[in-house]
């Protein structure tokens, strides 16, 4: 059974950066694609970036790209999120998701997923 546990969030002021981690166990971490998506309350869960298995592929929202970056340690087994220039629209629950298939883009391609990690942006 794979496990994500992600952390990095917190609480943080328009402009300033964080990165969030996700670790994952129990399964072939350089095989899988991985993604981050956020969710408010309210809303519907949405796409911020995925990365391919081994790192050549990525794709973002269009509303972080030049904010956001994605990358990956398949070494430590973890997948980052460097967040800058951060805003308060970008307050959401993070999730870190992993797909069996080398290569996703959506979170019905996703098979396992973290429990979530909140980031909230104040102005």
Do not use: H
């Not at 298995?53 to 904010?67: E, F, N, P, Q």
């Amino acid at each position: 059974q794979v496990q994500l546990v992600e952390s990095g969030g917190g609480l943080v002021q328009a402009g300033d950066s964080l990165r969030l981690s996700c670790a994952a166990s129990g399964g072939t971490f350089s095989s899988y694609a991985m993604g981050w998506f956020r969710q408010t309350p309210g809303k519907v869960r949405e796409f911020v970036a995925v990365i391919s298995w081994s790192g050549g592929i990525t794709s973002y929202l269009d509303a972080v790209k030049g904010r956001f970056t994605i990358s990956r340690d398949n070494a430590k087994n973890t997948v980052y999120l460097q967040m800058n220039s951060l805003k308060p629209e970008d307050t959401s629950v993070y999730y870190c998701a992993a797909s069996r298939s080398g290569v996703a883009w959506t979170e019905y391609e996703m098979n396992y997923w973290g429990e979530g990690t909140l980031v909230t942006v104040s102005t």
